[in-house]
């Protein structure tokens, strides 16, 4: 049994495999991911019913699991509100600055060959998705049973 609460072993696999740099796609229940990730990452898709598991939960779990060194945000076009799971977002990640991508620029983001795993989920609200990018564990950091 494992000590960590994130026990997926699709996604577990898939991190297990990422390193420094690589990219970790959370996408909402909107998010066209059969043409919109690159093309050697894997895909786990963990949306059973709509607003069953959204990116924030998914994100939880994630920020406890492995360390994060740059954000990006879906943000809609100019002049319109930014939608509140950015703001959810940016104070689960906190210090971290969270960079806003347009549309196409985040799905060209996304398709990058550094994205090595995309986790579509049920969220239902628009503009939900999130790009992580993998920093490194610090020193010290290991801990052993």
Same mark, same amino acid.
Not at 36 to 47: D, F, K, P, Q, Y
């Given at each position: 049994m494992l000590l960590t =609460?994130?026990?997926h072993p699709g996604i577990l696999e898939s991190l297990a495999g990422a390193g420094h740099g690589a990219r970790v796609l959370l996408a909402d229940g909107h998010y066209p991911a059969s043409t +919109?990730?690159? =093309? *050697? +990452?894997?895909? /786990? %898709? #963990?949306?059973l019913t709509p607003g069953l598991l959204d990116v924030t939960t998914v994100l939880d779990v994630l920020l406890r699991a492995l360390p994060i060194e740059a954000a %990006? /945000?879906?943000v809609p076009p100019e002049g319109e509100p930014e939608p509140p799971a950015i703001a959810e977002y940016r104070s689960m990640l906190a210090p971290l600055p969270v960079d806003r991508l347009g549309r196409f620029e985040f799905y060209d983001a996304a398709r990058s060959p550094d994205l090595a795993l995309a986790i579509v989920t049920a969220d239902t609200r628009t503009y939900a998705n999130l790009l992580l990018t993998?920093?490194? *564990? +610090? =020193?010290?950091? #290991?801990?052993r049973p």
């Open positions: =609460e994130l026990l +919109a990730t690159g =093309e *050697r +990452a894997r895909t /786990v %898709h #963990l949306n %990006h /945000v879906m993998i920093g490194v *564990r +610090a =020193e010290g950091t #290991l801990t």
